[in-house]
């Protein structure tokens, strides 16, 4: 009798066991595989694409941070930030490997990795807006040459007019009879007559060439006064320089951005008046061409390729944000990549990193 209780009990307690270790199987995370994707677009100096190879100090601290968790990875490129992320919404991706910084709008569809850097949003100014117009730019412009023009032809008509009316008493003339000595001279006489200089070594003797004389004098007064006004206010133009240090001093300027990115999200939010493009360098790009005169770009990178495209950043960041990794939501890397960025943070090796390539924090 005593042996079937105890068989009874035996029996209820591996179906507890057995059942309580398939719950703990059941509700357990999944553990990562040690071969992913990684989405990531071009965005230097974080991103590089180097023929095949993907390179950049944020692609360094990422290969640290494989290295430390033993994982193999491979990269897929994307043409933008939007087709980056989908490939991480869908799944096609574990990670993104970007400089991204977790928005309200993104916190309700990813998962961030903690900070890799700090960072923000910069203005970044043309120098074709901050150089100042050198006094040769300002009489090789079209106003003064125009002048110039005027005064040429002038000139040339004088030098025939004041031959041709004192060719007539070659006995007393100072101007060689022939057409192109007398031109010449002519031309001489008119130019240090015009710019009133009188050298005195020609003048006209008959009547008809004083009165040529008192015309090319009163002209003086117009066309000198005109080329000076001229060159005046070309240089004062070119003094009027764009200075643009924050976003209030934008006015009606159109902004070149990311499009995607979270500047585009804060400078529309703001009321500046946007024009997106696809990526970082189509953005640098267009500024060059001249399709825009003001960026607003990471302080990063308007330090170290900024001036291949004549950009330079000006102010200080419009507003602190933290670059991280972007993951799906639920993602069971996160943990595991946190804690090898915390050891690389706290080794130093990360501002190492960033210090190799960009020389020293441009927040600074």
């Known amino acids: 009798m005593t042996r079937v209780p105890l068989m009874i009990g035996l029996a209820i307690a591996i179906v507890a066991v057995t059942g309580s270790s398939a719950l703990a199987q059941d509700t357990a995370p999944d553990v990562p595989s040690n071969e992913i994707i990684v989405a990531t677009t ?6 590089e694409r180097v023929g095949d190879r993907a390179d950049g100090f944020y692609i360094e601290i990422w290969e640290d941070v494989a290295h430390e968790l033993d ?14 992320l989908a490939l991480v919404e869908s799944g096609e991706a574990d990670i993104a490997v970007a400089p991204l910084a977790p928005t309200a709008e993104r916190e309700a569809r990813f998962d961030f990795t903690s900070a890799v850097i700090s960072s923000g949003p910069q203005l970044g100014v043309h120098e074709r807006t901050t150089s100042r ?30 031959w041709l009316v004192e060719r007539r008493n070659p ?7 022939s057409y192109p ?3 010449f001279d002519g031309m001489w006489w008119a130019a240090v007559t015009v710019t009133t200089v009188g050298y005195g070594d020609m003048s006209p003797r008959s009547w008809r060439g004083r009165a040529v004389a008192m015309l090319a004098m009163l002209a003086s007064l117009f066309l000198v006064g005109a080329f000076v006004s001229q060159v005046t206010a070309d240089l004062n133009a070119s003094r009027e320089e764009l200075t643009v240090s924050s976003l209030e ?8 951005t990311v499009e995607g990115s979270s500047f585009e999200t804060y400078l529309v939010e703001e009321g500046a008046s946007v024009r997106s493009y696809p990526s970082q360098q189509a953005v640098f790009e267009a500024a060059a061409a001249g399709e825009v005169d003001v960026v607003v770009a990471n302080p ?9 495209h004549g950009l330079q950043g000006v102010g200080d960041v419009l507003y602190e944000e933290f670059e991280t990794f972007g993951l799906a939501q639920g993602s ?10 915390a050891d690389l943070q706290s080794s130093g090796q990360v501002q190492r990193i960033v210090d190799r390539w960009v020389g020293s924090d441009p927040n600074d």
């Open 42 to 47: 071009p965005i230097e100096p974080f991103v």
């Open 71 to 84: 994982i193999t990875w491979t990269e897929v490129w994307t043409d933008s930030f939007s087709d980056m």
């Open 133 to 162: 117009t050198s006094l040769v730019r300002v009489l090789l412009g079209s106003g003064a040459l125009r002048v110039l023009l005027i005064a040429v032809i002038g000139l040339v008509l004088l030098g025939h007019l004041i």
């Open 171 to 177: 006995d007393i003339s100072d101007f060689h009879p």
């Open 181 to 183: 000595r007398g031109v």
């Open 249 to 256: 001093d934008l006015g009606e300027l159109e902004v070149g």
């Open 300 to 308: 990063f990178s308007l330090a170290t390729i900024g001036p291949r």
């Open 332 to 341: 069971p890397w996160r943990e595991p990549i946190n804690r090898a960025l």
